[in-house]
Structure formats: structure tokens, C-alpha cells
């Protein structure tokens, strides 16, 4: 199923490449560099899912993660990435209501299983 997806990531390489791989799937990709802009592009646009990185200045994945839970959106799945695979990332990734987690490097195909999963 076609979604609007928004990637929220500092690093325009991870952003322009995930957009890439998620508009070849048919998917509307709308994309934000920081959490800041995220809110308000969430605010104004109807997003179907939110893949952010965890690690930016301002606001975090997980004080967006947290912001969209709490206050915003809370129907609006969230799937949180980062270079740091550790344990404790994860857990707390779940703790907050992640939908999911993935380890940059993405592997597609499991990010691809992850978006039918949330489709469904």
C-alpha cells in the first residue's frame, strides 16, 4: 500500500537515499532535517508514517517520538533509526512506543517488511 512517509534525519546522505528507496517502492516521501520541522510538517501534512534518526541537534528521535505520543499525533506510527545499535537504544525506542527499530546501515528489505507490516 502506497503511504506518505517523513524522514526526519540531519544527515541529507541517509535522507536523500532513504527517499530514493521508499519512492521506488511508490511511496510520497516528504523529508525534514531536523525535529523542529518535523512537528510542523506533521502539523500541516496527512503523514501515514514517521522514520526518524535518533541522534539530531534540537530535538532527538526520542523527544520527537515522545512529542508525537504525548501531545500530537499518537495514531501516527513512528519507526526510530540509528548508527547505534545498542541494547539500550532499542529498549528505549520500544519503551517510548516506537513502532519498531532498524540499524544504519539499513538493510531495505527489512525496513520493506517493517512498512508492509505497518500497511497491513
Not at 35 to 46: H, M, S
Not at 48 to 61: E, K, Q, R, T
Amino acid at each position: 500500500m502506497k503511504m506518505k512517509i517523513l524522514i526526519v534525519d540531519d544527515e541529507e546522505m541517509t535522507v536523500v537515499a532513504l527517499a530514493k528507496k521508499l519512492r521506488e517502492k511508490n511511496h510520497v516521501v516528504i523529508t525534514s532535517q531536523d525535529g523542529v520541522e518535523a512537528l510542523r510538517l506533521i502539523a500541516d501534512e496527512k503523514i501515514d508514517l514517521v522514520i526518524s534518526d535518533i541522534m539530531m541537534p534540537c530535538i532527538s528521535g526520542f523527544t520527537l517520538l515522545t512529542m508525537l505520543k504525548n501531545f500530537y499525533f499518537s495514531k501516527i506510527p513512528l519507526i526510530l533509526m540509528s548508527s547505534y545499535g545498542e541494547k539500550s537504544f532499542i529498549d528505549k525506542s520500544q519503551s517510548l512506543g516506537a513502532h519498531t527499530f532498524i540499524s544504519k546501515p539499513i538493510d531495505y528489505e527489512e525496513l520493506y517488511k517493517k512498512i508492509d507490516e505497518i500497511s497491513a
